[in-house]
Structures are given as C-alpha cells and as structure tokens.
C-alpha cells in the first residue's frame, strides 16, 4: 500500500521567514495531496491541498508544490507568524473519492519572534 | 471550518469493556471515514462507509470492531473488547471531496 514519508520532524523559523516540510510518497496512482494542521489538543484542520493535474496551488500565505516524477511534494508557509505554529501533516491517496489517506507523521513548526 | 460533530471528546474505559463513539457527518457529505491517531502521531485508517454501506475495512476493524452510518442517526464505531493498544484518538471525517475531521475521540483504555 502507499506510503508517505514527511521528511523534517520538527521546524523551528524565525517570524517573517519561509518553512518548507517536504513529504514523499510511494504509490504512482496518488492523485490528491492534502494537508492538515493541528494545534495542541486539537483535531486536524484542512489547510490546503493539490491534485495531480497540476504542479503548484497558492492559497493566500500557503504554496504546495507537486513533483509527480520524484513523487514529492511540499509546503511553503511564506511570511511565517505565530498562530503558524503547530503539527503540520500531510497525506495522499489516489482517484477514488471515498478512498482512505494515507498520512506523513507531521511536522511539528515553531515559530519564534 | 469543520462541522463534523463527535462524542464524547473523552473515553475512559477497561480492558475488555466495549468502548462506543459516535460522528454526525456534515450535512450533505455522503462518505464517512474513521481513523485512529496514536500517540506517536501514526495514522491508521479503520473503514469507511458511503450513505449507510460500508466502503473499505483493514481487517483490525473487521474483527474486533463494528461501526455503522444508519440513516438519520449518528454514525458509531465501537470497539468490542478493548485492549491496551487501542488508546489513541479516534477521528471521524466526513468528505464531498476534501475529508474535514471532527474534533475526535480520546480514548483510555486503562
């Protein structure tokens, strides 16, 4: 079955600067990335997502970008601030809607001033 | 924002009680998902249903779980016998596309 790897554990930036999480997957049939954050002792909230057809999505400070060759993808937190801290997961699974996700095992960012 | 509503928030059971949680989906959203999240952050997905049939199972679930998504009730997965190892956070999400999660489930299996 799939497997996603989330390559940084931890991320500590400096307010104002880029964090960038890389993941990689291994099932060619992927199609849909998303990603999720998650705050201390809270769920997973939808952050913003990409599919396959297409190899870069901006969603206001946040850039996902989509390497279908290298099976790799990543996201950018552009402009960081500190409610950006938090775990940062992302996931993938293929074409059929009601298919499960597969997920990374999160990236926890900190943000300092 | 999510709207997937989940109860309880907290479970504290022992080993060998039948351990119950229930999701009511977003409105209109036909597929609902459940997923554990243990505490080193590892996802597994349990089963999922489309209106009231289930769509896809890992086999944990078959054995020693039973969940359902009956019509105009709250989808429930409960686990039979609980054992130590199934402490964790259990996540419901329901999707039209995109999957929202509810605020999950922590349960202690004590």
């Known amino acids: 079955g799939e497997k996603v790897e989330q390559h940084e554990s931890t991320l500590s930036v400096r307010e104002g600067d880029s964090a960038v999480i890389n993941c990689t997957y291994t099932d060619t049939a992927s199609s849909y990335f998303p990603w999720y954050k998650q705050e201390a002792g809270k769920s997973l909230h939808f952050v913003i997502d990409i599919r396959s057809n297409v190899d870069r999505k901006q969603s206001q400070r946040l850039i996902v970008l989509l390497d279908k060759k290298a099976k790799r993808f990543s996201l950018h937190i552009t402009a960081t601030q500190p409610e950006d801290s938090a775990i940062y997961f992302c996931a993938a699974k293929g074409n059929n809607y009601a298919q499960g996700l597969t997920f990374g095992l999160g990236t926890r960012v900190s943000v300092f001033p | 924002n999510s709207k997937v509503i989940q109860t309880p928030r907290y479970l504290v059971k022992g080993q060998g009680q039948k351990a119950k949680m229930r999701c009511i989906p977003e409105k209109g959203h036909p597929v609902v998902f459940w997923y554990q999240q243990n505490k080193n952050n590892e996802f597994k997905f349990l089963i999922n249903f489309q209106n009231q049939e289930v769509l896809q199972q890992i086999d944990m679930t078959e054995k020693r779980f039973s969940a359902e998504c009956p019509s105009n009730s709250p989808c429930s997965l409960e686990i039979q016998s609980s054992e130590a190892g199934d402490s964790a956070l259990y996540l419901c999400?329901?999707?039209?596309?995109?999957?929202?999660f509810g605020p999950g489930t922590r349960l202690t299996v004590l």
């Open positions: 999400a329901s999707s039209l596309g995109e999957q929202y």
